[in-house]
């Protein structure tokens, strides 16, 4: 599928080239039908991970000039993506290159505002920094390759006729599940990418390659200056476009106003989703530092003799174990915990891990039958947490109703859970 991709890219890329060779032979003699420029700006994933922030990227591009309504541009560059600074679970660094198809807007004087679509494909390596970071195996410090279809817009902004300010913003999709370390569900990642850059002209500028709104109407209506009803004539005319050219700027800011309007908005929801993710996680933080006081108070029942140290020590031995990922050894640790500790007020906790370890190792089977066990016992802290979990393990095993009836479960029967709007979401997805 890449090979085929690759093929694919590079043929409109030479095939770009030689249409566009013709017409940027004569920038040097003529109207100018070749531009160069770099890019700098932010780009910010939408992908598995919830929680996700803005990277930097860069670029150079070259511009070929087709007619006064298209051009195509050519672009290759470097970037990161994070889940932000302050998380900062994982980066994965991308190059790019793109073919895009620029459709431009009625020009107003300096101002050239453009639409535009076009494919491409990134290369990326994903590195996870934190050790609880979300990922697939075997994914961390490999370079994959997704190819990229994007739609976006922006306008160039001519300070001279050779040179203009460039300012861009796009949404691109990837072909595959991975720009995050993550592969889970049915949908694929993507990410918004926003550029401030320039773009140099050859020859004499585009300013001539695009003709400016009343060149024309100048060039065909001579004025008999000594004649004051044609020169009067002439005037009003000359009023009337310079009307019409604050109208069209007038339209193409309230356009963009909107747009950027579109895009406040959307950073502002995001902004919302991470200070409810940063509570939840404080909420998190609270509840197992009540549990480390419950356990720090807590002596093994009558009757136990032996042991490698107190129940504490070593249920933080297992989830240690857990979250390196050595899931047979955590599951050994808290089958021994649950036989020695029977009545432990987190015995069900055990219980919830075994199977959090055998989802772990994709055994989706035992964990659900794990998940199961905890609601043997009377009195439980993971039962709202092993709901869901069997809602996950029935979509591994392709039995989607039985697990919409657990991720409803979650709402119905835990309404103060803080995992209702997991719930909703793996719903959503289905």
Known sequence: MIDRVYSWFALILVGGILVSLPNSSHAQNSDSKLGIGANIGLQKPFCDIQHTGAGLTGSALMRFI????????????????????DYNSFETSTINADLKINYHLKQTGRFDPYLSIG???????????????????????????????????????????????????????????????????KYED??????????????????????????????????????????????????????????????????????????????????????????????????????ENTLSGYSPVSGYQGGDGSFSVTYETALGNFYRRDYQQAISILDRLKEQYPNHKLASNCQYWIGECQFGLANYQQAADAFH???????????????????????????????????????DDYPGSEYVEKAREWLNRM
């Open 119 to 185: 494919i491409g494909m990134v290369n990326f390596e994903y590195n996870p920094t934190k050790v609880w970071a979300l990922q697939t195996p075997n994914i961390a410090g490999e370079r994959h390759t997704h190819a990229l279809a994007m739609y976006g817009g922006g306008f160039e902004l001519f300070l001279s006729p050779k040179f203009a300010l460039n300012v861009f913003a796009d949404y691109r999709f990837a072909s595959g599940d991975l720009l995050d370390g993550f592969e889970s569900g």
């Open 373 to 411: 066990k905890v609601f043997n016992y009377s009195f439980s802290y993971k039962k709202d947490d092993a709901t869901l979990m069997l809602g996950r393990c029935y979509l591994k095993l392709n039995d989607p109703a039985r697990a919409r009836s657990y991720f409803q479960g979650v709402i």
């Open 66 to 85: 087709m007619s006064q309504k298209f051009d195509f541009a050519i672009t290759i560059g470097y970037g990161e993506l994070n889940d932000g600074f």
């Open 190 to 291: 993507g990410y918004l990418n926003t550029k401030l850059g320039f773009t140099f002209y050859l020859g004499e500028g585009r300013s001539r390659a695009i003709q400016q709104p009343g060149d024309d109407l100048l060039a065909l209506e001579p004025v008999e200056i000594d004649d004051q009803q044609k020169r009067d004539e002439f005037e009003d005319r000359l009023d009337q476009l310079e009307q019409e050219e604050k109208d069209r700027s007038m339209e193409q800011y309230v356009r963009l106003k909107s747009r950027v309007d579109e895009l406040s908005q959307l950073i502002n929801e995001k902004e919302n989703e991470i200070t409810e993710l940063q509570s939840t996680l404080s909420n998190k933080n609270q509840r197992i530092s009540q549990l």
